[in-house]
């Protein structure tokens, strides 16, 4: 599916294939999602800008072009396209199945959880009262310039460039 076929979907459609991909993904890996709220996921987004020393985006106020740039990722993306294929090629009717539309960005925001696990592994735990998050690529931790790609391809989701 084009750019352009991905602009003429309805922002309901959007957001219910991208619960779809989210749910395949998170599905799909060998160990479940380390984070059980969109609060623990918020939280893992804020320790990735800290780890590139860039500031956060504001997460609650994703919108239908959050959704369309995340969707429009993760069906171009060499570690997410072969399971956004087949939901963008037959996307889901709104069938009230779905999460209600004011939790629209709890699902962009869980998609993003989703697409920076195939970037990079994270574990999210609670220690001594507070939220810590570890980052790890290939048994090393990540250097701070890929951390800091990554954080941008997030940020432009949710506050694109003009």
């Known amino acids: 599916m084009s750019?352009?076929?991905?602009?003429?979907?309805?922002?309901?459609?959007?957001?219910?294939?991208?619960?779809?991909?989210?749910?395949?993904?998170?599905?799909a890996a060998?160990?479940?999602?380390?984070?059980?709220?969109?609060?623990?996921?918020a939280d893992v987004i804020d320790a990735l800008f800290a780890a590139a020393r860039l500031q956060p985006p504001r997460l609650g106020t994703a919108d239908a072009g959050a959704a369309r740039a995340v969707l429009a990722r993760l069906a171009t993306d060499e570690d997410s396209a072969a399971v956004s294929a087949p939901v963008l090629a037959d996307p889901p009717a709104d069938d009230q199945?779905?999460?209600?539309?004011?939790?629209?960005?709890i699902v962009v925001i869980g998609a993003v959880i989703a697409w920076l696990r195939l970037k990079v592994d994270f574990r999210f735990h609670r220690k001594d009262g507070a939220n810590e998050v570890e980052f790890e690529l290939s048994q090393q931790?990540?250097?701070?310039?890929?951390?800091?790609?990554?954080?941008?391809?997030?940020?432009?989701?949710?506050?694109?460039?003009?």
């Not at 922002?11 to 998170?26: F, G, N, P």
């Not at 060998?30 to 996921?41: C, G, K, M, Q, R």
């Not at 701070?144 to 790609?149: I, S, T």
Request: proline residues 12%; without cysteine; glycine residues 4%.
């Open 97 to 105: 199945m779905g999460l209600a539309e004011s939790a629209d960005h």
């Open 30 to 41: 060998p160990t479940p999602l380390p984070v059980a709220s969109a609060a623990e996921a």
């Open 3 to 27: 750019t352009a076929d991905l602009a003429r979907l309805p922002d309901r459609t959007v957001v219910l294939a991208l619960e779809e991909i989210t749910h395949t993904l998170t599905g």
């Open 141 to 162: 931790p990540p250097t701070a310039g890929y951390l800091q790609e990554l954080a941008q391809i997030i940020k432009d989701f949710f506050q694109p460039q003009p």
